[in-house]
């Protein structure tokens, strides 16, 4: 129960106007973080004014976990349970693994719990996002490094990783306008931007993956389902087999590819 009196019916009526389709639940959560009457107002104003509602509670909900989130990072969404998923499904007995463009760390932190990996690390190069991650792994002790891609991962793991994860950018430079304003302006358009066709930083991934990868690994990416098929001609070309997973409940399309021993 809230220590401060809050007019309940009000403050909902205020976010289902903003725009807020989840305005009950809102509420309540927007209240339970609040100290104070003064600090519930500026929470509400702050999140009318179209901040997202993670980055004002300072955590996400993802795949029954609370992640840390700060301001401008890129946002666990629900689909990516979907890649999680993909991916534990094909990373085998005691992996080694790395998430790149890691933000919060979200999939690393799911993945430690459901996968008992022998090495796990994580990697982005927005340093607002390696902050928040560290802030999320290092309980694990999970290392997170800055950098682009596997540029700063310890070389020594290369040709060994049994699964690399990415949530990387696959969102068409031209259509970043298009986006919600939560994400447009309140996330890192290195975590949105995708280049031309989306599949830049994907096709970056694929190259390094086939490097990266031990024989029979596996590379997990999240991708549009008009983007499928196209990333699965990068992947065969950098060498690794593609399979696409989609999951119609969660809107998400994933696709995992096999390093050839």
């Not at 690390?121 to 002790?141: E, F, M």
């Amino acid at each position: 129960m809230a220590p401060f009196h809050s007019d309940r019916p009000a403050l909902v009526a205020r976010l289902r106007a903003a725009g807020c389709v989840y305005a009950e639940d809102e509420a309540e959560l927007l209240i339970a973080a609040a100290g104070s009457a003064e600090a519930l107002t500026d929470l509400v104003d702050r999140r009318v004014a179209g901040l997202p509602l993670e980055h004002l509670l300072g955590w996400a909900e993802f795949c029954g976990l609370r992640v840390a989130v700060d301001p401008g990072v890129f946002v666990p969404r629900g689909r990516t349970a979907l890649l999680v998923s993909a991916a534990a499904a094909v990373a085998g007995p005691a992996p080694a693994v790395l998430e790149l463009c890691c933000g919060s760390g979200a999939a690393a932190l799911v993945l430690h719990g459901r996968l008992a990996p022998r090495w796990l690390a994580a990697a982005d190069i927005d340093p607002a996002a390696v902050a928040c991650a560290r802030r999320n792994l290092d309980p694990l002790g999970v290392a997170v490094y800055q950098g682009d891609l596997f540029a700063p991962v310890p070389s020594e793991w290369r040709g060994r990783l049994d699964l690399v994860v990415a949530n990387a950018p696959y969102v068409p430079s031209g259509a970043l306008a298009l986006m919600p304003a939560e994400a447009r302006l309140h996330e890192a358009p290195v975590a949105l931007d995708g280049g031309a066709d989306g599949l830049a930083v994907l096709g970056r991934v694929a190259a390094g993956a086939a490097e990266w990868l031990a024989p029979g690994g596996h590379l997990a990416v999240e991708v549009s389902a008009a983007q499928a098929e196209a990333l699965c001609a990068v992947l065969t070309g950098a060498g690794l087999v593609p399979t696409v997973v989609h999951d119609d409940d969660l809107d998400a399309t994933a696709v995992t590819a096999r390093r050839l021993a």
